[in-house]
């Protein structure tokens, strides 16, 4: 058998050439399309601070002023918060940690009033002013709208950093610019140490009860079973409990005054992210007599389920203006640097299952307007005087 032998060719470079551009073409591709996956799978999160990291990169090399890498963070945390569509979220920095702690307690060096936390329309309504406080002996009023403190806006110093603006160190001053009406006003006041008292109480025509709440601290249940259990020793007729201009504030301290006030049953449920839910209860025993709850359109959160729970299980009647509408519960947690960032985490239904969020506030059982310019002097103003205070009586005598 003869074996025909093929003479082998050296390949030309214009073969040589092409597979190297074929190779590279391929690469390229192969490359590109991995690249473009890996782009696709990562834009949702790395796309999300591409911004940040290229105007870092602007800032690091043209700026020509200095900045502070940690007040860089936490004004970055708070745009985080201020960015998440929760109206009610909020970043606390390491430095005003302090603060938060004594906003639960009810006890700190400041001017003497209780606000609306809520600064999306650019500042920050005063709710009550103390008796006796710094505050009122300056001449802040209930519904003056604080914008600047120090000079910088409550929108710059954000939620709590304005809170922590306006406490300090006793001794020292702070200036609030204001806004009464149509009217810019500046305040200058020292701080001092408060200790604030969150139930008023006193008897009306002889035989009525009424305790006012101007907030649910870590402290206002306690002090609210025992101012209560002094009106168990009265002979009273009939109770007005004063929820306007109250901001809400601590679940277990409504908890427990709930607890005084309604039957046995479910006040109210909670339900979680996943959707997991929990009844919150009150035990048989209470204080069986008649109830009138005050809410204006300043009554928020815990303020407003107090009422619409104690409305729903038939417990009291509800007088006043519609409430706001918070129905959401907040959680702070703490961060590795010791600050801490808060932001809602459960919604709270009535016992029937009723979202007051979404219905968009407590509808009183009988509705009650009252002029504007009085909201500065609820709690001080005589039944003749505040129209609402005047239906709840004729309510329960």
Not at 107 to 123: C, K, L, P, Q
């Amino acid at each position: 058998m003869i074996l025909s032998e093929r003479r082998s060719r050296r390949p030309s470079w214009l073969q040589v050439t092409a597979l190297c551009l074929l190779v590279a073409v391929s690469t390229m591709l192969i490359t590109g399309y991995a690249l473009t996956k890996q782009f696709e799978a990562r834009s949702g999160e790395a796309g999300t601070y591409a911004k940040l990291d290229e105007i870092r990169a602007l800032v690091d090399a043209y700026y020509v002023g200095e900045y502070s890498e940690e007040d860089l963070m936490d004004m970055l945390a708070r745009g985080f918060a201020y960015g998440i569509n929760d109206r009610w979220a909020y970043y606390t920095p390491k430095s005003e940690m302090d603060f938060l702690e004594e906003s639960f307690t009810g006890v700190y060096a400041g001017i003497g009033v209780t606000v609306n936390r809520d600064i999306s329309e650019g500042y920050m309504s005063v709710l009550d002013v103390f008796e006796g406080s710094p505050a009122e002996e300056a001449g802040l009023l209930p519904l003056d709208k604080i914008y600047a403190v120090d000079g910088q806006s409550v929108v710059s110093l954000g939620r709590d950093g304005t809170v922590a603006a306006v406490r300090g160190e006793e001794g020292t001053s702070v200036t609030l610019t204001v806004l009464r009406g149509e009217e810019e006003l500046s305040f200058t006041i020292v701080r001092r140490r408060i200790t604030q008292s969150t139930v008023y109480t006193e008897v009306l025509n002889g035989t009525t009860g009424y305790m006012r709440i101007s907030e649910f601290n870590m402290a206002t249940d306690e002090e609210f079973t025992q101012k209560l259990e002094a009106m168990k020793q009265l002979s009273l007729t009939g109770l007005i409990v004063d929820l306007r201009n109250n901001p809400g504030g601590q679940l277990d301290s409504l908890i427990h005054i709930l607890d005084e006030l309604m039957p046995e049953g479910v006040a109210f449920i909670q339900r979680n992210k996943a959707g997991e839910e929990l009844q919150l209860s009150v035990d048989a025993e209470y204080w069986d007599i008649p109830l009138v709850v005050l809410v204006n359109q300043y009554s928020y959160s815990a303020a407003e389920y107090f009422a619409a729970v104690l409305q729903e299980v038939g417990r009291a009647q509800v007088v006043g203006e519609k409430t706001t509408g918070k129905g959401e519960a907040q959680h702070t947690f703490m961060l590795s640097d010791g600050s801490a960032i808060s932001f809602s985490v459960l919604k709270y239904f009535t016992p029937e299952g009723v979202s007051i969020a979404e219905q968009g506030g407590i509808v009183p059982d009988v509705e009650v307007d009252l002029p504007e310019e009085l909201y500065a002097m609820i709690g001080r103003l005589a039944p003749e005087e505040d129209a609402q205070l005047a239906q709840a009586l004729a309510l329960v005598e």
